[in-house]
């Protein structure tokens, strides 16, 4: 019944507001938009904190490379805060919007945190070698390119966020198997083809795929997603109708599909 009474009201909504709703969100000031920002910025908080408390030795030789390959890839001279990097160990010198933390006895980079800095260029496929990493959140820069592929295979990232950077394309890989993930946004960038249809993402709780160039139909592996509660994939180019399996998503109650071809026809129960 809360899944019915949900895409009721999405119906209602791409009917009598769209329009409306589209600008409410594509703000940086957005209802939604600020939820997410306001989690990832928590969790970067909690991490800052922990660290300041912690006594930690030289940072993991591997991670050290990649955020260095991060840096040297994105115009790092040019960003708005660029804080002692590349001045010692990132830990130990706390390089601007990197975390750390004690992980089975080793320091490693748990966070890269640096929305809004103007990094410029593409992502390094060397970021994906930070094994040990929880957050990544690159919002609103000018970021372009494809995300490489090892992006969609760190197992203990748990938030990561590339929305608004408007010029990162290409398609995202057909399976997505990152058993820690909670918060994957990809909204308000250039990315196309189908969506993934295979998401082994148990803890997956917010989804923002919106404002991008996606093309075909919905995929029946999002209604496996049973931690699920937002789920913005608006303002594409969705073909075909709702899969009578997304009346077992029970637990989202944001729901919006709004702005694509898609034909509604019966709602699933």
Excluded at 114 to 126: A, M
Excluded at 145 to 164: E, H, N, V, Y
């Amino acid at each position: 019944m809360q899944a019915l009474l949900l895409l009721v009201s999405l119906l209602v909504l791409c009917t009598a507001s769209a329009s409306a709703y589209a600008s409410k969100v594509s703000s940086n000031g957005g209802v939604f938009v600020a939820y997410k920002n306001r989690l990832l910025q928590e969790e970067a908080s909690i991490a800052r904190g922990k660290q300041k408390s912690l006594k930690l030795g030289a940072t993991n030789p591997g991670d050290v490379s990649a955020v260095e390959a991060l840096y040297n890839s994105t115009s790092g001279p040019n960003w708005k805060h660029n804080d002692s990097w590349l001045d010692g160990d990132p830990c130990a010198k706390r390089w601007k919007g990197v975390t750390c933390d004690s992980v089975e006895g080793e320091t490693r980079i748990v966070g890269v945190f640096l929305g809004g800095n103007n990094l410029q260029g593409t992502l390094p496929s060397e970021m994906a070698e930070l094994t040990k990493l929880r957050l990544l959140g690159l919002s609103y820069n000018k970021l372009n390119g494809t995300l490489p592929i090892g992006f969609f295979q760190m197992q203990s990232l748990a938030s990561m966020d590339f929305s608004g950077c408007f010029r990162l394309s290409g398609s995202l890989p057909n399976e997505i198997s990152m058993k820690s993930l909670n918060i994957l946004a990809l909204g308000s960038n250039n990315f196309s083809g189908d969506l993934p249809t295979k998401w082994q993402t148990p803890n997956l709780q917010t989804l923002y795929l919106n404002a991008n160039q996606f093309t075909g139909s919905l995929p029946e592996g999002i209604s496996e997603l049973q931690n699920l509660k937002l789920l913005d994939i608006s303002s594409n180019q969705l073909t075909g109708s709702l899969p009578d399996s997304y009346g077992k998503l029970s637990s989202v109650t944001k729901l919006w599909l709004h702005q694509n071809k898609l034909d509604y026809g019966s709602i699933p129960e």
